[in-house]
């Protein structure tokens, strides 16, 4: 029986096989299964050449896990999928704070989504509405036989809302059929329901049939979290906890008032969705289009999240829709991406986007954190060293050995991670403590710029 843990103290300092061994003590997932599905980034050409067509080959991605999750009372050590330095590490660190509050508490709507068919030519809109109305039950059950699949599982047409467009002389309406696709992100499920009740629909509109495809602004199926922080884990080196929370405060309103901030924080949150969204198979373009779309629902585009003081602590709070599935799609197919719902203990959907959303609001923290204290550039810079030193040729250990001099030079750049990599090698031959100094300066960085 393992006793599932997010919580690995030391991970980010040991090596690539160390934390495998880690992860399938914590997660029960073992080494060799993980091995299996990521090494060669866990995708087989002749695989890929079924997914998308023309293909040449695979294009690899960092695969992280983010620690110190826990939502609604329960751990998860959450795969991220991510090329931008320092993402993970922020979203971990975090984390850690929000649980030290007590986790994540996160609510989530029944898995319900769009079809949209669209009817022109439409003379009369509102005895079209109340024909298509009247015939409700008889739409309701024509969706179902659409996808048998999804009714056995539970799922099926739920409602109808029909939508009048533009002015009377668009001659347009849209009907909306809700579709409860369970543990599916439901794409194909919504899509195949649109083309099969579009005649109906049109016939009885009067009209003419025009698309029928999936919304994925899907405001039905939100995802809700909530964080509490104390002020002495928001605390730096230079500011003290309550002035750390004046400056997040500040950061959200100025995101509330400018729809330019407001992109950028979205960004942050972003940052953490999506690598979660890659690395379980899930559409990160659909997810990004809803969340976007949603941002912008009343008019002005606004922040995914707020935050704002609740006595001595900080509270978060984000909502965004998310259409994620743990099954079908790329998770029939793709290795790595079932790998990733094992490792993070995720079996439904709904709890997947409670994860996901969780990781968005870590990653939002952590960058209006570092922003309202020491700005964003310090924790970047010494996390960019590290690509830095591997670009310069530094292997294994070497990397946080050439990252930690080009920091503390602040000269990040390849031409001077080469001459400190032959420093270190030189170094390193000589059998006086010089090395010792360096293991030290390299211990001192890493547990500043990527605590777990
Ligand atoms: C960078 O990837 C994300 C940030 O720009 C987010 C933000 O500004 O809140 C740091």
């Known amino acids: 029986m393992i006793k599932r843990t997010s919580q690995l103290p030391g991970f980010y300092k040991v090596t690539v ?50 620690l110190n999750v826990r939502v609604n009372d ?29 986790g994540f508490r996160a609510e989530i709507d029944e898995p319900l989504m769009i079809s949209q068919v669209q009817i022109t030519n439409v003379k009369d809109a509102a005895r079209a509405t109340s024909a298509i109305l009247a015939a409700k039950a008889e739409i309701l059950a024509k969706a179902d036989r659409a996808v048998p699949g999804l009714c056995a599982r539970g799922g099926g047409a739920r409602d109808l809302e029909v939508r009048t467009l533009g002015q009377p002389s668009d001659e347009m309406i849209v009907v909306h059929v809700i579709v409860d696709c369970r543990d599916a992100m439901g794409a194909n ?36 979290v909530r964080c509490r922080v104390s002020a002495d884990v928001l605390a730096t080196d230079d500011m003290d906890g309550q002035a750390v929370i004046d400056g997040i405060v500040n950061a959200s309103r100025f995101a ?40 912008a629902r009343t008019g002005q585009y606004s922040p995914l999240s707020i935050w704002r003081r609740d006595g001595d602590a900080l509270a978060g709070f984000l909502e965004m829709p998310l259409a994620l599935g743990t099954v079908g799609g790329t998770l029939r197919v793709h290795p790595s991406a079932r790998l990733s719902l094992r490792i993070a203990g995720l079996e439904s959907a709904s709890d997947l986007a409670a994860v996901a959303a969780s990781v968005g609001l870590a990653s939002n923290l952590a960058a209006v954190r570092a922003l309202a204290t020491d700005g964003i550039q310090r924790g970047h810079m010494a996390l960019h060293a590290r690509s830095v030193a591997l670009a310069a040729g530094a292997e294994g250990g070497e990397v946080e050995g050439v990252a930690a001099i080009i920091v503390e030079a602040r000269d990040i750049t390849v031409e001077a991670a080469r001459r400190a990599l032959s420093v270190l090698r030189e170094t390193s031959r000589r059998p006086s403590g010089d090395g010792e100094a360096l293991g030290k300066r390299k211990e001192r960085q890493s547990s500043t710029a990527v605590e777990g």
């Open 189 to 224: 499920l919504i899509n195949t329901i649109a083309e099969a009740v579009a005649d109906r629909l049109a016939s009885l509109a009067d009209g003419r049939v025009g698309l029928r495809i999936l919304s994925n602004l899907c405001d039905k199926r939100c995802v809700r």
């Open 74 to 102: 329960k751990d998860h050590v959450v795969p991220m999928v991510v090329e931008e330095p320092s993402v993970v590490a922020a979203a971990s660190n975090a984390a850690k704070m929000i649980r030290a509050g007590g």
């Open 17 to 66: 096989a160390e934390r495998r061994k880690l992860v399938a003590e914590a997660t029960g997932v073992e080494a060799h299964e993980i091995a299996r599905a990521l090494d060669g980034g866990g995708l087989e050409a002749e695989t890929a050449d079924k997914f998308v067509e023309n293909v040449l080959g695979t294009y690899g991605l960092p695969y992280g896990v983010t």
């Open 256 to 295: 509330e008032l400018d729809p330019y901030r407001a992109a950028t924080h979205n960004k942050g949150i972003m940052n953490g969705v999506d690598a979660v969204v890659i690395a379980t198979g899930n559409d990160w373009r659909a997810v990004e289009a809803g969340a976007h779309a949603f941002a």
